[in-house]
């Protein structure tokens, strides 16, 4: 009589044991490398929003920042256009510079602030 198509594959029940057991250990090892690579995933997304946030807000206020700045230059050549004389110029020019300086350093700080944040933003831990 014929054997059964399969019985040439049959094996004993105690490798039949061992094999389920490999692959069931193997998958409970698969889920937790699965698990644990969403997780980065979602640590990666979530810092690469914070980071994109905050340089967006470093973008903005720099623009800002060089629109005030043109216009307070715009401004100071009218004012020099109708300057009187040489010592007219000279005080306008001091008193530019004098506002520019303080404006740029205010806007350095500004900024420095604005990007730790974003570090610190960034490298917060998310749960």
């Not at 014929?2 to 594959?9: L, M, S, T, V, W």
């Not at 506002?99 to 490298?123: C, F, I, N, P, W």
């Amino acid at each position: 009589m014929a054997k059964e198509p399969f019985e040439q594959f049959a094996m004993p029940d105690d490798i039949r044991a061992f094999v389920e057991q490999s692959v069931q250990q193997a998958r409970t090892a698969f889920d937790g490398i699965f698990r644990a690579a969403s997780q980065a995933i979602g640590q990666f997304q979530s810092n690469a929003q914070a980071a994109r946030h905050g340089a967006s807000e470093i973008a903005d206020k720099s623009m800002a920042y060089a629109e005030k700045n043109m216009e307070a230059t715009f401004e100071f050549a009218q004012k020099l256009m109708r300057a009187k004389d040489p010592a007219e110029v000279m005080r306008l020019q001091s008193e530019y510079l004098s506002r520019q300086m303080q404006t740029l350093s205010a806007q350095a700080q500004e900024l420095g602030q604005s990007a730790a944040k974003m570090v610190v933003d960034v490298a917060k831990p998310k749960s």
